[in-house]
């Protein structure tokens, strides 16, 4: 396969083809607009692609749902703002347990905000931005490779669990150019039987998530809560980076991992051996591997463009048994690696540990 | 030997309805199954019930079914229409799920020509919740939201969903029936095969629009209810068809001239 040069959104768009993704319906928003873009010229040129530029975000997310009943590989993608408008259909599709993916590459919030890459929206990625007792599967790629192989097996994953499925990336991952090699997708793994297509001459089909009886809506409750544990069994992921000797942890996800990595190497130079853990699934969030960590390493400074979602899930997993510290710059502000090295240089001593204890 | 003359469409499950007596829906239910059987189209059918009274229709109609969320059936059923354009696709929508909170998914699914049939009941208040205030309700109508009467200082007016559609280039049939008299079910009907044979020869996007008898809400005997339509409804929302374009394109193409 072939090195290219790209971007970040019109990456997610490729890898969406590749990964067999044949219906898109969006609703332009800054910072994702090559997404859309993208997908009208692409699917165009594909056999049965459907691409709809559709009155609103939550529009869009209900032809999803319509399309992946139907059968196809299906996605929406928006910025903040449209997601939250699209947390109704999100909802909608957990119940009914159908496959889509959707993206969502943050901007500052809350309200309009700004067009700027931020990381505002763990919370109701991670902790089910929709109404209702469910959980969404959220991935954070930090590098134009993983907005590719991640939007690829987004897709693998949305219909292996019969879920909705996040990308949770930024603006600013969106809109940087870096080489990418697309991989080989794997085959289309989907039972026939899941598909509505008309009931031919056999027993007709319902899919709904409208259950009356308490005591039904309560199985079903626990029936999907199983399959979210086998989720989290099954498919937490994340990296280390420079922790085999490291005194000290970062954790940072997206561009803040990337922001993160840069600080290391000159944290490094500094003499400063930190390494960096970062969540790749953000849910389910990597709690028992970074309980493990806490058991040698004793501190661990958490990192976000937000004012600080991500480390609560940081402080869930390591439950006091280590010293946990936080940066945040919310509101769009991306910063430096210099930046973030002086902040771990301010905020941690050797002696004392993380001073600012959380 | 005995010939069956009257009997469950194949279409239908064997349940029993929910509705209340007098209700509407289930005579418009009836119908759609009844054209479903007749089109012979079951088995490719998919069908989108509305949040409302007939959010369970799935339980009455033997075709395959999905839900949507309130007012976003047409939505749905753009999706799976444009993944398989060979499937027969309906929603069924009431005036609040149609008029108010879906109103933009119905009404660019229409300016699309989405080559989808939807089946409107109108009956000028909300049933399921208790008989709140419609976007349909009549000036002056008492509502539990609008006690003394719908305002139009408050409230606006009763939105002619028909009218203002038909206005959209995208639309082939749009016709306004009721189900209050055997004469107008029949006419009801022939709108609802119409509608599906137009979707059915690829003609876009058909909509029928039921005026429908809610006695419970509308606190009135049955009877009262089918007159009221009549006598008060009809006069907000005139019956007739609104627009049949292949019917316009004939007329055109013979030179006569279209009213």
């Known amino acids: 396969m072939n090195k290219v040069l790209m971007q970040g959104n019109k990456i997610i768009g490729e890898a969406a083809i590749r990964a067999g993704c044949r219906f898109y319906a969006g609703y332009p928003i800054t910072p994702q607009n090559e997404i859309p873009e993208y997908m009208s010229e692409r699917l165009r040129q594909e056999e049965g692609g459907v691409f709809i530029q559709s009155e609103s975000e939550v529009a869009a997310i209900h032809m999803v749902i319509g399309a992946s009943a139907a059968g196809a590989r299906a996605m929406t993608s928006s910025s903040s703002p449209g997601i939250s408008l699209k947390q109704e259909g999100i909802s909608s599709m957990a119940a009914c347990e159908l496959p889509a993916v959707i993206i969502n590459m943050m901007r500052g919030g809350p309200g309009l905000g700004n067009i700027s890459a931020a990381q505002g929206d763990y919370f109701q990625a991670t902790k089910g931005g929709g109404h209702g007792d469910y959980r969404i599967i959220v991935l954070g790629p930090d590098s134009a490779q993983e907005l590719a192989d991640l939007t690829m097996e987004a897709f693998d994953l949305a219909d292996r669990y019969r879920t909705p ?46 259950i009356l009886d308490p005591l039904d809506m309560e199985e079903h409750n626990w029936t999907l809560d199983r399959k979210y544990q086998v989720i989290a069994q099954n498919e937490t992921r994340h990296e280390l980076y420079k922790a085999d000797d490291a005194e000290l942890i970062l954790v940072a996800y997206g561009t803040g991992a990337r922001i993160a990595k840069g600080a290391i190497k000159r944290l490094r130079d500094l003499g400063l051996r930190a390494g960096l853990f970062r969540p790749i699934t953000l849910w389910p969030f990597p709690t028992n591997e970074l309980r493990d960590l806490a058991k040698k390493i004793e501190n661990f400074l958490v990192f976000e463009m937000s004012t600080g979602k991500m480390v609560e899930d940081v402080r869930l997993a390591i439950q006091g048994r280590a010293r946990i510290g936080f940066h945040g710059r919310p509101g769009g502000v991306v910063p430096t690696p210099v930046e973030l090295a002086n902040v771990v240089m301010r905020k941690y001593d050797r002696k004392e540990g993380i001073i600012d204890h959380y | ?94 005036d609040g799920d149609l008029a108010a909170i879906g109103i933009a ?62 206005l959209l280039p995208g639309t082939a049939y749009i016709e306004r029936c009721t189900v209050n008299s055997p004469a107008s079910i029949l006419k009801t009907r022939k709108a609802i095969r119409k509608a599906f044979q137009y979707q059915i020869d690829g003609l876009g996007f058909s909509l029928v629009e039921i005026l429908s008898p809610c006695p419970t809400n509308w606190k009135m005997t049955p009877i009262e ?29 013979r030179g006569e001239q279209t009213p």
Not at chain 2, 119 to 137: D, E, L
């Open chain 2, 105 to 166: 998914e119905s009404f660019h699914a229409a300016n699309r020509g989405e080559n989808i049939t939807v089946v409107f009941i109108n009956n000028a208040v909300y049933g399921m919740t208790g008989g709140q205030m419609a976007p349909t309700s009549m000036l002056g109508q008492k509502t539990t939201t609008s006690p003394v009467g719908r305002d139009i200082v408050l409230d606006g007016y009763p939105i002619q969903v028909s009218e203002i559609f038909s």
């Open chain 1, 165 to 210: 499925v996040m990308i949770l990336a930024d603006g600013m991952m969106g809109q940087m150019m870096e080489p990418v090699i697309f991989k080989t997708p794997k085959p289309r793994d989907y039972p026939e039987s899941f598909i509505m297509k008309g009931a031919g001459a056999g027993k007709s089909k319902i899919i709904r998530g409208l």
């Open chain 2, 225 to 253: 209810s089918c007159r009221w339509i009549d006598e008060v409804m009809s006069k907000s929302f005139p019956l007739g068809v609104l627009k049949d374009l292949p019917a316009a394109e004939q007329k055109q193409k």
């Open chain 2, 1 to 94: 030997m005995m010939k069956k003359v009257f009997g469950r469409p194949r279409s239908m499950k064997k349940n029993i309805f929910h509705y209340c007596a007098g209700c509407g829906h289930s005579i418009a239910h009836r119908l759609i199954a009844e054209v479903i059987d007749e089109l012979d189209i079951r088995g490719i059918t998919i069908g989108i019930p509305p949040a409302g009274c007939a959010v369970l229709a799935y339980n009455y109609f033997d075709v395959d079914m999905i839900e949507a969320q309130h007012g976003r059936g047409p939505a749905t059923a753009t999706g799976i229409k444009r993944v398989l354009p060979d499937r027969i696709v309906f929603s069924y929508q009431g």
